[in-house]
């Protein structure tokens, strides 16, 4: 795949993804190294065509569409998804985690159903 002219944010990522170089000229094609994926469309997201890239050659990212009624929702939404996708990088680099937030409180609840279902049964008998 070749994209004539990409002056846009994220061409760097574009190539990472689909395997191929950025260069400032194609005078040499035999010199570069193209990426690959198996489908390019043309899409409609509301009112704006995006190109859709599926099947790239490392199969590394996504895009997440975040749309809403006005800026002030759209930005809540963005800075939300950033802080999951921070606590699921953050999960995966460290999976041990500490239980807090009345995990004591919880814990001594479901030991005290636990009792109380035991004494219910023991007293049937």
Known sequence: ?????AD???VERLAAVTGGDVVSTFDHPELVTLGECAVVEEIMIGEDKVIRL???KSG???SIVLRG???HVLDEAERSLHDALCILQA????PRSICSGGCTETLMAQ???H???ISRQSTVK
């Not at 795949?1 to 002219?5: K, R, V």
């Not at 999960?91 to 460290?94: A, I, S, Y």
């Open 1 to 5: 795949m070749a994209i004539e002219h």
């Open 8 to 10: 846009f944010d994220g």
């Open 54 to 56: 599926g099947g790239c």
């Open 60 to 62: 590394e990212a996504c």
């Open 69 to 71: 009624a006005s800026s």
């Open 91 to 94: 999960t995966v680099q460290e």
């Open 111 to 113: 030991y005290r159903r």
């Open 115 to 117: 009792i109380n279902i």
